[in-house]
């Protein structure tokens, strides 16, 4: 039975695919995309992540760790990253949850029974199981064996994939998913290693290739100020939807960085200054200059 690390799960989501779905967030992403989402989900390791309005400065955490990290003065928990070597035994013990692990070993077999437990809206909203990240296919056989068990259970599954990684890993997972949600973060190369640390070509052949081999997919564009949010990257995404033969369309969403309080939480410092937020107006001009090249319905926006 494949295991891997699992940084969330949650669910009754609704933005994740198709109906009511259960998203579970995959530890590890090959790319390193400044303006990220979800940085708890990046490393390949748990982590720990520290919510200061939490802390009750009740003191087990400076008890139990081993390196020395937490202390208390005048009633205030102080807590040095420095000396934290992320044995989350403090995490063990913080019942409040100010100090809470990300990344938890759970098998394939106990994701697919926690999203069994919805199975009930699945069938009525024509929802299922959404596995994200992270990467998914950078946790490749534990990635396939969610697949395989969630459809031999008769639960529809979606991936929400950055494309990036071997081409054997996404046409494995081919004929277990029934929709790739493939982010395309940008379409212009320089661009794009510069934002995410990752080649443009690659992701656009696997896309290519899970097309060929008929899996579903629909590109997902974060449209982030100063970065993508361009006619040249609107024209590029245009050009993709165009050539495959199984997109079923564009789906928009408006950048916010949602990501700085994590970063926060994370005890990371920003190396970049996150965008602005991607306003209303934007969006509904981006998609309706889409609509524009590949037709009214081939837009949707978030």
């Keep these: 039975m494949a295991s891997g690390l699992v940084s969330d799960i949650q669910r009754f989501c609704t933005h994740d695919g198709p109906g009511i779905r259960t998203t579970v967030f995959l530890k590890g992403c090959p790319l390193d995309c400044f303006w990220c989402h979800n940085p708890e989900s990046k490393s390949f390791a748990p982590g720990l992540l520290y919510t200061a309005h939490l802390?009750?400065?009740?003191?087990?955490?400076?008890?139990?760790?081993?390196?020395?990290?937490?202390?208390?003065?005048?009633?205030?928990?102080?807590?040095?990253?420095?000396?934290?070597?992320?044995?989350?035994?403090?995490?063990?013990?913080?019942?409040?949850?100010?100090?809470?692990?990300?990344?938890?070993?759970?098998?394939?077999?106990?994701?697919?029974?926690?999203?069994?437990?919805?199975?009930?809206f699945y069938e009525e909203s024509g929802g299922g199981l959404t596995l994200s990240g992270g990467e998914p296919a950078a946790q490749p056989e534990f990635a396939l064996e969610i697949c395989s068990l969630a459809k031999a259970a008769g639960i529809s599954v979606c991936i929400e994939t950055c494309g990036f990684g071997p081409a054997e890993r996404f046409l494995s997972l081919a004929p277990h998913v029934d929709l790739f949600l493939w982010d395309l973060k940008d379409t212009d190369e320089a661009r794009h290693l510069a934002s995410t640390g990752a080649v443009l070509a690659p992701i656009l052949e696997n896309l290519r290739?899970?097309?060929?081999?008929?899996?579903?997919?629909v590109l997902r564009?974060?449209?982030?100020?100063?970065?993508?949010?361009?006619?040249?990257?609107?024209?590029?995404?245009?050009?993709?939807?165009?050539?495959?033969?199984?997109?079923?369309?564009?789906?928009?969403?408006?950048?916010?960085?949602?990501?700085?309080?994590?970063l926060e939480r994370l005890g990371?410092?920003?190396?970049?200054?996150?965008?602005?937020?991607?306003?209303?107006?934007?969006?509904?001009?981006?998609a309706n200059y889409l609509r524009g090249l590949v037709g009214e319905s081939g837009v949707i926006e978030r």
Excluded: W
């Design 55 to 120: 802390c009750i400065a009740c003191g087990y955490c400076v008890e139990c760790c081993p390196e020395h990290a937490h202390s208390i003065f005048n009633d205030e928990h102080h807590f040095d990253r420095t000396r934290c070597r992320e044995c989350l035994a403090c995490a063990d013990e913080c019942y409040t949850g100010a100090l809470e692990q990300v990344g938890r070993e759970m098998t394939a077999a106990q994701v697919v029974a926690v999203a069994e437990k919805d199975r009930a």
């Design 209 to 217: 290739r899970v097309d060929r081999a008929g899996g579903t997919t």
């Design 268 to 286: 990371i410092e920003c190396t970049r200054p996150l965008p602005a937020a991607c306003a209303p107006d934007e969006l509904v001009s981006a």
């Design 221 to 262: 564009c974060v449209l982030i100020p100063d970065v993508n949010l361009n006619q040249q990257h609107l024209d590029g995404v245009a050009a993709v939807f165009r050539s495959l033969a199984n997109c079923g369309g564009i789906e928009l969403l408006a950048y916010h960085p949602l990501g700085a309080s994590k």
